[in-house]
């Protein structure tokens, strides 16, 4: 009768193993957004172009396969992080333009808004991604068309403001909303780079102040 040799213990492929060594193929699961808000902090702080692959995966805590699983590219992660910066941006710096009934004293709280949220803290860079954002210039157009579009929804939004204190008689008839949108948000852009460079909110406050000694006069 042949003999049949018994597989030991030792000889039988550990079942733990083959689990493990499957697993080494399957991407890792990650929180999405809080990957997410990790690129959109590193894309703010460093720009598109200057912000590389292995800037990203380090920051997310991911592989790139799963970088491009979940995003699909460099470009719509930018793209989908400029979408949540103003997701989380808008209510804090244009909340204040609705909430206020008197439209200088909106205009004011939203560039009182603007010193308090724009100084660096130890949860997110300093200034405004998109005010800053240079992805244009850095060869990417349409995503630099996506940023240029956020920036005229600012302008809109202050000018729709204005047009309707014409409108209630608390500004001049024939006041040059568009003329008047456009130095307010200027303040704020500029603000945005003050703060880059360091301006505390007191500054910035200063700033503010100031430019609201050229509303219209009566």
Known sequence: ????????GAERPDKLDVAQRRSRGRPRAFDRDKA?????????QKGFAATSISDLTDAMGIGSPSLYAAF????????EALRRFTELGVPL????????????????????????????????????????????????????????????????????????AVREGELPPGTDTAALARFFLAVQQGM???????????????????????????
């Open 72 to 79: 699909g590219s460099k470009e719509a992660l930018y793209a």
């Open 93 to 164: 710096i244009w909340a204040p333009l609705e909430e206020e009934p008197s439209a200088r004293k909106a205009v004011e709280a939203y560039l009182l808004a603007v010193a308090a949220n724009f100084p660096v803290t130890s949860d997110k860079p300093a200034g405004c991604m998109v005010t800053l954002s240079a992805v244009g210039q850095e060869g990417c157009e349409t995503l630099g068309e996506l940023v240029a579009s956020y920036r005229r929804e600012g302008m809109r939004r202050l000018e729709a403001r204005l047009s309707r």
């Open 192 to 218: 945005a780079i003050q703060a880059r460079d360091g301006a505390s909110r007191a500054e910035l406050e200063s700033i503010a102040l100031a430019a609201m000694e050229r509303w219209p006069r009566a």
């Open 1 to 8: 009768m042949q003999n049949v040799r018994r597989r030991t």
């Open 36 to 44: 997410l808000d990790a690129a959109m902090r590193l894309f703010w």
